[in-house]
Structures are given as structure tokens and as C-alpha cells.
């Protein structure tokens, strides 16, 4: 798979599943015939076909469950993808990564693309080739259609091409849009007095649905962060709203601040080194995370599946 340079990013469009293990398994083939280290994150069935597709060769692939390790998009590039590819910082990484797939919420969509676009910012000038394989016979055609804006290379069983639609900001900003209004929640505006006042509105509402030990713990740490940067960065103030869906505990914080760099929460801090990790630590710990940010103001939802 050639690429314009070091990175390379296509997408494998497959309509059946042995369309599917051919091309997974030749490429993964392909990485441990060069020597290349090789991971596959994809959802738990589809890493069943590659494993009983690879036999004996799985065993020298990390695997894993994009379900699990990717059940909110924005923790995959820090805690998937840099993950593996900065163990291996010598030499080309190759790696498979499915993060959409038939089944993920209509919720969730919006912040997969703009996972799949921003791996291109994340991972420009890196020796690590991703696939990302999209089920053509199972998803939303849109879907599809977007994908050959996040990936600038595309392939299926006949081929491969460059795509004449790449246009990874397009679909960053397309996503970055108001969310839509709860109706019914509990809320309170806090600064730097009454921080903790907000963390028990989290923490109290989650109690009730069911929430203890540990993920009540991550829930109040969550707010904590999203409050903490709201007093550093969003005008010394914010306002936490409190809801619950029929299969989340969501916790939304916003303030007058504006996140300029996209990449903001998904690239790991080497825990040596001094600043602020608030939203890295959102995302590693919520099951989805949305943002809408502009200047003079950001939103961001932190999701928690309901026990």
C-alpha cells in the first residue's frame, strides 16, 4: 500500500466476511513477513475471523477488542493506536483499526469520524501504516461516503485507488456542531468556590442508578477534570448538567473557553513531564465523549454506560 509519505491511512471497503479475513489476514501476513510489529483492533467477531483466518500466525498479533478498548472514539488514538505504535519507535508499525461498525449508536458516529480524520494529523510523518476496514453491505452509505473524505487511499477486493474526496478537516469541522438539548436534567453553575459541589451532583445522581466503586470514582474524577479546566481555561466558570438515558449517565460540562487544537485529549502524556491531562483523562475513562467548541464557548458530554 503506498502512501505520499511515511504515513499511510487507507480504508478497506468489504461487502462479506471473506472478503473480510482475505484481506485482513494478507495484510497482516504482509507486516510480519517484513518484520513489522502488527496489531488488530476490531470489534470481538471480527477479531474471531482474523484470528481463526491467521491460525497459528495470531499468535504473534496484538489483539484486540475495539468493543472494549475503543467503546469511546476518542480514547483510541492515546490508548490503541499511539499506544502500540510508540512501544515500536524504530521501523514501520502496521496496524488494523475498525472503529465504525454496524451497531455503534447514532450518538457515537459523529465523534468516529472525527476520530478517523484526525488520525491523519495524529499519526503525519509516523512509519505506521492503518487500515481501517468499513462493512459497505451493513453500513450507511453516507457512511461510506465519508470515510473516502477521512482516508486518502482506498481499497476493496478489485483494487486499490486514491481517494479524490479526501478532506479530513471538512469532516472535523462537520461534526463539530451544538448538541442536541437533553430536556430534563439537573444542573448548577459553579467556579472555583463550589467545584466540589458539582462532583456531588455527579457523583449523587450516578449513586442512584446504580453506579459504586470504582466507576463512581472515575465519574467523579471526570468532572473533576472538565470542571478544573473550566476554571483554568474557560473563564474562571461553567455549568454542569445531569441526566440519564435509558443506557447512560450522561454528565455534560460547559464554559466560555474554546479548544483550538483538535487533537486536544488523544495524544498520551509521558506522565514525567508537567501540564494538564484533563481531557485525555475524560476520554480514557467516559464511554463516549462528544465536544462542540467555538470561540467564546465549549460543551463536552461525558457518557457512562449505566450499570
Known amino acids: 500500500m503506498k502512501s505520499a509519505g511515511p504515513f499511510s491511512h487507507p480504508a478497506l471497503l468489504y461487502r462479506t466476511a471473506d472478503e473480510y479475513v482475505s484481506a485482513t489476514t494478507a495484510f497482516v501476513r504482509e507486516g510480519l513477513a517484513a518484520g513489522e510489529p502488527v496489531a488488530v483492533a476490531v470489534p470481538a467477531p471480527n477479531l474471531a475471523l482474523i484470528a481463526d483466518g491467521l491460525g ?20 483510541i488514538i492515546p490508548a490503541v493506536l499511539r499506544e502500540f505504535a510508540d512501544r515500536h519507535p524504530a521501523g514501520r508499525v502496521r496496524i488494523i483499526g475498525e472503529p465504525i461498525w454496524a451497531g455503534r449508536s447514532a450518538t457515537s458516529y459523529p465523534a468516529c469520524a472525527q476520530h478517523e480524520a484526525l488520525i491523519n494529523l495524529a499519526f503525519a510523518g509516523r512509519e505506521v501504516t492503518i487500515l481501517c476496514p468499513y462493512d ?11 470515510a473516502a473524505r477521512t482516508h486518502p487511499v482506498m481499497r476493496d477486493a478489485r483494487g486499490e485507488w486514491p481517494s479524490g474526496d479526501y478532506a479530513p478537516e471538512r469532516v472535523i469541522d462537520a461534526h463539530n456542531r451544538p448538541l442536541e438539548d437533553p ?7 459553579f467556579d472555583g468556590d463550589n467545584l466540589s459541589a458539582a462532583r456531588r451532583l455527579a457523583t449523587g445522581q450516578a449513586a442512584l442508578l446504580g453506579f459504586a466503586g470504582d ?11 472538565l470542571g478544573a479546566n473550566s476554571l483554568d481555561h474557560g473563564g474562571g466558570s461553567g455549568t454542569i448538567r445531569v441526566w440519564a438515558t435509558d443506557d447512560r449517565l450522561v454528565c455534560e460540562v460547559s464554559d466560555r473557553g ?10 498520551p502524556v509521558d506522565p514525567r513531564v508537567p501540564g494538564s491531562r484533563g481531557l485525555l483523562i475524560v476520554n480514557l475513562l467516559a464511554d463516549l465523549v462528544r465536544v ?16
Open 183 to 189: 430536556g430534563e436534567c439537573v444542573s448548577l453553575r
Open 215 to 225: 466507576r463512581l470514582d472515575d465519574i467523579q474524577l471526570v468532572v473533576a477534570e
Open 136 to 146: 459497505v453491505a451493513a453500513l450507511d452509505p453516507a457512511v461510506v461516503e465519508e
Open 56 to 75: 497459528p500466525d495470531a499468535g504473534a498479533v496484538r489483539m484486540l477488542d475495539m468493543g472494549v478498548e475503543g467503546r469511546n472514539p476518542g480514547r
Open 292 to 307: 462542540h467548541t467555538r470561540p467564546g464557548g465549549t460543551v463536552v458530554r461525558a457518557y457512562f454506560d449505566r450499570p
Open 258 to 267: 474554546h479548544i483550538r487544537d483538535p487533537l486536544a485529549g488523544r495524544i
